[in-house]
């Protein structure tokens, strides 16, 4: 019998008898517990593995980037402006007023970039393409520059053996379409099901994974809520309800139109994100609670500054066909207009369930039995973000979704953000970054153990990038970009540790 120690960041570590960790060795100490705790120490991350393969050998690697938070090229070969393009041109805006004009100049140094990804082992890489490169005012005349920079991309890719998961829509909508109104409009979802038309004619013979929008509630609740992304709207709920229903209305009509326009056999799914509630203890109750209110979806959560707390209204629509019952009732004469025919179009079938998961909040059953949030204890790691540090939603979450929706689930982003830089001796030394990914796939890896069927993960980010409001100033990436000297990319010690894990299988990841 050998002694390991839980690696759930709060909570004293507790020494455990067993062969190997269960599940409920590694849930959630008490909130009393974790008052006193930090983060356990992290053994030497680029030690070599001693042990078995960790992820099953199909197991998809991959990492993520975004066209506007990489690509640069603004102004270049015909692409038309997007509402990032204005948005960053607002005082006051962005951090220092910086923009994604250059960002991580992905658009020349795409090769460059395909030669580090196969350095490190990816298997798979998730890119979005940038609406007004390919379709310059959004509806009309198509930019072959623009389309012959993605398919050189994704020839690059399979060139070097990795897959090519295409987003359609990371949040860069045309300009010219927001002057006519944006997602606003009835004519959106047209004019976006005709975009991923365009797309799936040009690259479906090469892609065989297709995502259609990048978490639509993020989108939704940063442009449209509280003004704080581009398109900078703060609209009435009802307003917002229904900018919503249009996204919903764009990614139904977009799988048609990838179906229709299918050269050849993919899977297609959207990529929406997800916060959810982590029980404070591993008590039936908690672990019950937690899960019902992770799928809830209140009055409160729709209020400005919660946006981000109801998970189950960017699921349901898509993977049931319909809106949380509790959600309709809570909005009442806010909810949005739904036409006849419209959740048909929005429930179209998915081949499989791919979500963003960064962190979740903590939640307990009181003496009545009703819900408790738990606040995180003083002294509790937060990544520069000022985001909470919760491996363990990357147990929960899957296993519900799996649970729920009994679809396939890929984690198409997870990652911190740093203060990293080059260090005296050249290399860059992130072992925050190491710490934090492997206790999350440690969680995602008993998820599987426990019934859920997960057949992928990628890391956000791929490079350091332009973070939307923040700027360039938090850092995401594997890959270090020095913005400031000719934009040298410096692989850091996370990128070396994942090379290790993609090649064992996990083993490297130690504890």
Known sequence: MRRTLSLYPYGAPRMLMTDRPTRRD??????????????APAASALEQPSGPARFP???????????????????????????????????????????GDVACDHYHRYREDVALMKQIGLRAYRFSVSWPRVIPLGTGALNPKGLDFYSRLIDELL?????????????????????????????????????????????SDRVPYWLTMNEPRSFVGSGYRNGEHAPGEKLSLQEVMQV?????????????A?????????????????????????????????RAQTFAVPREAFEPGRWWTYNAWWFEPAFTGAYPADGLAALGKDAPVISAGDMETIGQPLDFFAINIYGGSLVRAAADGKLERVPFPTGFPYTAMDWQVTPDALYWAPKWLWERYKKPVYITENGLSCRDWVSLDGAVH???RID??????????????????????????????????????????????????QQRRVLKDSAKWFARVIATQGAAITT
């Not at 590694?26 to 983060?39: D, E, M, Q």
């Not at 206790?439 to 426990?450: F, G, K, N, T």
């Not at 069927?453 to 360039?472: I, K, P, T």
């Open 26 to 39: 590694f849930l959630s100490t008490t909130a009393a517990a974790a008052s006193a705790a930090a983060l």
């Open 57 to 99: 050998k199909d197991f998809l690697w991959g990492s993520s980037t975004s066209a506007y938070q990489v690509e640069g090229a603004a102004n270049e070969d015909g692409r038309g402006q997007s509402i990032w393009d204005e948005f960053c041109r607002r005082p006051g805006a962005t951090y220092l007023g910086q923009s």
């Open 159 to 203: 060139a070097a053996g990795i897959a090519p998961w295409l987003t359609l829509y990371h949040w860069d909508t045309p300009l010219a379409l927001q002057h006519r109104g944006g997602w606003t409009s009835p004519d959106s979802s047209h004019w976006f099901g005709d975009y991923a038309a365009v797309l799936a004619k040009a690259f």
């Open 244 to 256: 919503g229903h249009n996204l919903w209305l764009a990614h139904g009509r977009a799988v048609q």
């Open 258 to 290: 990838i179906r229709a326009n299918a050269k050849k056999p993919l899977q297609v799914g959207i990529a929406p994100d997800c916060s959810p509630s982590l029980p404070a203890s591993d008590s039936p109750a908690d672990i019950e609670l937690a």
């Open 430 to 432: 992130d072992p925050q």
């Open 436 to 485: 934090f990914v492997g206790r999350y796939l440690l969680a995602l890896e008993r998820a599987m153990r426990d019934g859920a069927n997960v057949r992928g993960y990628f890391h956000w980010s791929l490079l350091d990038n332009f973070e939307w409001a923040q700027g360039y100033k938090q850092r995401f990436g594997m890959i270090y970009v020095d913005f400031a000297n």
